[in-house]
């Protein structure tokens, strides 16, 4: 499956924004998907995870409360709306496709990733 992300930009800290992930040439249906992120000179780390139906969503802490994760397997596009967004949420966010049926916060367990979109929060 191909994955492209998009939505990502520059914007104000306490602003908004939308990210998108379109698949193709899968059956998005059947991932769970989830969202990365990596700032500059630090390791790729979780952000959200949602699992095929939709009925469970994961956060890592520093998200959770701000950003919610959901799906449109009729799009086949995933989301990550992010709120109150912070200087240090400032990243390269990437979306991932995992074709096992178990959520993970493990960047190794996905199969799939997208090329990534830019975040920048200023203070």
């Known amino acids: 499956v191909q994955l492209q992300a998009s939505g990502g930009g520059l914007v104000q800290a306490g602003g908004s924004l939308r990210l998108s992930c379109a698949a193709s040439?899968?059956?998005?249906?059947?991932?769970?998907m989830g969202w990365f992120r990596q700032a500059p000179g630090k390791e790729r780390e979780f952000v959200a995870s949602?699992?095929?139906?939709?009925?469970?969503?994961n956060y890592a802490d520093t998200v959770k409360g701000r950003c919610t994760i959901s799906r449109d397997n009729a799009k086949n596009t995933v989301y990550l709306q992010m709120n109150s967004l912070k200087p240090e949420d400032t990243a390269v966010y990437y979306c991932?496709?995992?074709?096992?049926?178990?959520?993970?916060?493990?960047?190794?367990?996905?199969?799939?990733w997208g090329q990534g979109t830019q975040v920048t929060v200023s203070s």
């Open positions: 040439g899968g059956t998005f249906s059947s991932y769970v």
């Open positions: 949602i699992i095929r139906s939709g009925v469970i969503r």
């Open positions: 991932a496709a995992d074709q096992s049926a178990v959520p993970s916060r493990s960047a190794q367990r996905y199969d799939f």
